[in-house]
């Protein structure tokens, strides 16, 4: 079983900076760990996943180059840094986990949810 606590979100200027934080309960194995995020009446989109094992990350175009995935084992967590943030980055942000590999940015791959996290930016 996997449990996932999101933190962190909040209203930002534009160009501002904000770090989500995913707290990670977890008994069995994850192959893969993400954040996306859902705009109103948008579908749910990934923004970034990174794969324990290896280390190796992935970004959505639309934020590479801005927001940087990372893992801290020591405590169990998983955070999104997130730069120079625009008003299309307002959304909920979720952390995913997933046991078994699939496409990245595809929210069927995942299948340990939190509860989102709101991050609204304003100009």
């Known amino acids: 079983q996997v449990q996932l606590v999101e933190s962190g979100g909040g209203s930002v200027q534009v160009g501002g900076s904000l770090t989500l934080s995913c707290a990670v309960s977890v008994s069995g194995s994850t192959v893969s760990m993400a954040w996306f995020r859902q705009a109103p009446g948008k579908e749910r989109e990934g923004v970034a996943t990174?794969?324990?094992?290896?280390?190796?990350?992935v970004y959505a175009d639309s934020v590479k180059g801005r927001f940087t995935i990372s893992q801290d084992n020591a405590d169990n967590t998983l955070a999104l840094q997130m730069r120079s943030l625009k008003p299309e980055d307002t959304a909920m942000y979720y952390c995913?986990?997933?046991?078994?590999?699939?496409?990245?940015?595809?929210?069927?791959?995942?299948?340990?949810w939190g509860q989102g996290t709101q991050v609204t930016v304003s100009s």
């Open positions: 990174l794969f324990p094992r290896s280390g190796n990350t």
């Open positions: 995913a986990a997933g046991t078994m590999y699939g496409t990245w940015n595809r929210k069927e791959s995942y299948n340990y």
